[in-house]
């Protein structure tokens, strides 16, 4: 087993860590306040090769290894641990893969290019107004109407579609629709990329508001009502009723990355804990003197090290599924990047709130930080990309069996 990184992937990190060093870092509360506007920013990770990394050069990409864009998504989150910049990133490097995998090429070609360039997002249309979680359930209709698929209903907690209002060429999210009745379950799953904004122009057929959120405002987070949006059949991906499958994929390699962006948070928030106990006195001593606070800060760096392993190994594991090995499948991706996820956003929101008690009262305070990174990494503690209860029954149905569990 080797534990160190590749010269290539350690050239890649510091290639990543002196963008982020540069452009993020000084400006990541500027992007939490919505004075430096996340398309901006995109344009800039554009120029720097970093959307859309584990495409092919076809459109423009890197071709990197998710365990590169792992290592990437960390140091951006370390950079902005609001996580609004990370998680563009991570979002682009799940969903457009997914396109690029099961897309048409007519699609890929249009489309995968202004991704790469920053002139396009890609988002995932999922959660509906009664949840989450089963997406076999969705209510979401396409319906074929006149040679053209026409989408109907509500998608909730979709990332960026205002931003897809306001990049150049716009993009559009993966929606899950039903193509066949509601007793189907996954069985009547249709994936579509569906775009409301193409070329610089709106699409008609839907409606959205952009919820106010706690945390991570640097990028936006909406409702979305579809009113017959017109997809063409070039954006189909995969087959008609076979997209449960795909779904589940994309969010099987968003986990991972997000697992990512957590360690990154969580590295943050133990270096400034650590400036923070060794400088600040009480009763004559630094506070990291007294074992109530190095031995918690002792706890929560031996787990971030398991973490960050755990993360590593789970882009890992992809790379060698979508390398073709056929030791792994892709349940081994599923249970990878679950575990990737479980284990790094609960291990962040801890970390966030025992810093918030080292600096005390300070930490209530807008001007020490600490809470926006807590808050950004809250959206992901309670959902987004599988709530925890969901994460621990996937890797309990694949290391079980599901006919048990």
Do not use: C
């Not at 423009?60 to 902005?80: C, P, S």
């Not at 810093?355 to 309670?382: C, D, H, P, Q």
């Amino acid at each position: 087993m080797d534990f160190g990184l590749s010269s290539e992937d350690k050239l890649f990190v510091e290639s990543v860590k002196s963008f982020a060093e540069k452009v993020i870092a000084p400006r990541w509360v500027e992007i939490d306040e919505r004075k430096w506007p996340i398309e901006e920013v995109a344009a800039k990770l554009g120029e720097a090769g970093l959307l859309g990394m584990t495409l092919s050069s076809k459109y423009g990409g890197q071709e990197a290894t998710f365990l590169q864009a792992a290592l990437a998504v960390e140091e951006l989150a370390y950079a902005d641990p609001s996580l609004a910049t990370p998680v563009y990133v991570l979002l682009e490097t799940a969903w457009p893969y997914i396109v690029q995998r099961h897309g048409r090429d007519e699609a890929k070609e249009e489309v995968l290019p202004e991704v790469v360039a920053g002139r396009a997002f890609v988002g995932i249309g999922s959660t509906e107004p009664q949840g989450g979680s089963d997406v076999a359930s969705f209510q979401t209709k396409a319906v074929k109407e006149g040679g053209l698929w026409k989408l109907y209903g509500e998608k909730n907690m979709v990332t960026g579609v205002s931003t897809i209002l306001n990049l150049p060429y716009g993009g559009g999210v993966v929606a899950i629709t039903r193509t066949g009745r509601l007793e189907d379950r996954h069985k009547g799953i249709t994936v579509f990329l569906a775009l409301l904004k193409r070329r610089g122009r709106v699409t008609p057929g839907f409606t959205h508001r952009d919820w106010d959120e706690i945390g991570r405002h640097g990028l936006s987070t909406g409702y979305l009502t579809l009113d017959g949006l017109p997809v063409e059949d070039v954006f189909m991906l995969g087959e008609l009723n076979g997209g449960f499958k795909i779904a589940m994929e994309g969010f099987n390699l968003a986990r991972t990355i997000i697992g990512a962006a957590s360690i990154g948070a969580t590295r943050w928030l133990l270096d400034r804990g650590l400036e923070w106990i060794k400088q600040r006195v009480v009763f004559g001593k630094p506070i990291a003197s007294y074992q109530s606070i190095s031995f918690k800060f002792a706890e929560l760096y031996a787990r971030l090290e398991a973490a960050r392993l755990a993360v590593y190994r789970a882009a890992w594991v992809a790379d060698r599924f979508y390398s073709g090995d056929t030791a792994f499948t892709i349940h081994d991706v599923a249970t990878a990047g679950a575990t990737a996820k479980y284990l790094s956003v609960s291990l962040a929101v801890e970390a966030a709130l025992e810093v918030m008690k080292w600096f005390g009262g300070a930490s209530y305070f807008k001007e020490t930080n600490i809470a926006r990174a807590l808050l950004g990494i809250l959206s992901y503690y309670v959902g987004a990309e599988g709530a925890e209860n969901i994460l621990k029954l996937i890797i309990a149905r694949n290391i079980i069996g599901r006919e048990f569990v």
